[in-house]
């Protein structure tokens, strides 16, 4: 008679290498956050030749590997290219990955990165916080929301890279000074005179941006459900 002993499976830890098995207790996330954090020093990215309009990023002990979605110089295709680099001293990334959250890199500019990420408390923010000052050179909590979506089914959502860079070049200034506020007293031309660019020009690009998003979110969604069909 034999024996066959059953090996149990092999858990994933958060920088996504094997260690022993454990079975760990599930902990709500309720609160969405989101961080634009100035980082201490520099980046692979910057090197990049391009607009980076998104970043995958995973983390092992010593090395980041990155998949980057780039709009290349004059032209209105992408690429996605992947690279691996020695893991910074100054990474905000391990900060998030000590602390057992996961970071969204949501907007990459010359010396910050805008990151999304998902915490028990407001208590767990503050020590993310704090652990990220320790490394970089400015972090600012952009927004807090609740993730209890209990009165919706769904989420819409929008893929910005989607637009071309001076579309979303028009609806990032748009949006700083307020143009789509209820109460604004902005202008089209005071926004056209802001980028540089004459007012026909602006408003084609935000038309076209505008319809852009339009197009991406499904009438399907029970977020409408409550729009008299």
């Known amino acids: ?88 001293d100054h990474c905000p990334g391990k900060v998030f990955a000590d602390h057992g959250c996961l970071p969204r890199y949501r907007e990459l500019s010359e010396n910050s990165f805008v990151v999304e990420t998902y915490v028990s408390d407001t208590e767990a923010v503050a020590d993310l916080v704090a652990d990220i000052r320790e490394i970089c050179a400015r972090v600012s909590l952009k927004s807090i929301v609740s993730t209890d979506t209990s009165a919706f089914e769904e989420n819409c959502s929008v893929d910005i890279s989607a637009l071309t860079t001076k579309q979303r070049e028009a609806v990032y200034h748009a949006q700083k000074l307020g143009y ?37 979110l499904s009438v399907e969604c029970s977020c409408w459900d409550d729009v008299d069909g």
């Open 180 to 216: 789509y506020d209820p109460d604004s007293d902005v202008s089209l031309d005071t926004l056209a005179d802001r980028i540089g660019i004459s007012t026909s020009a602006l408003s084609q690009r935000l038309r076209r941006a505008e319809a852009n998003v339009l197009r991406q």
């Open 1 to 88: 008679m034999s024996i066959e002993s059953e090996k149990p499976n092999m858990a994933i830890n958060r920088f996504g290498c094997t260690e022993d098995p454990i079975d760990p207790d599930m902990e709500d996330r309720d609160l969405r956050v989101v961080l634009e954090i100035d980082r201490g020093g520099p980046c692979r990215l910057d090197s990049v030749d391009g607009d980076v309009v998104n970043i995958d990023v995973r983390l092992s002990d010593e090395t980041c590997s990155v998949d980057a979605t780039v709009r290349e110089p004059e032209e209105e295709s992408v690429v996605t290219q992947f690279f691996e680099n020695n893991l910074c």
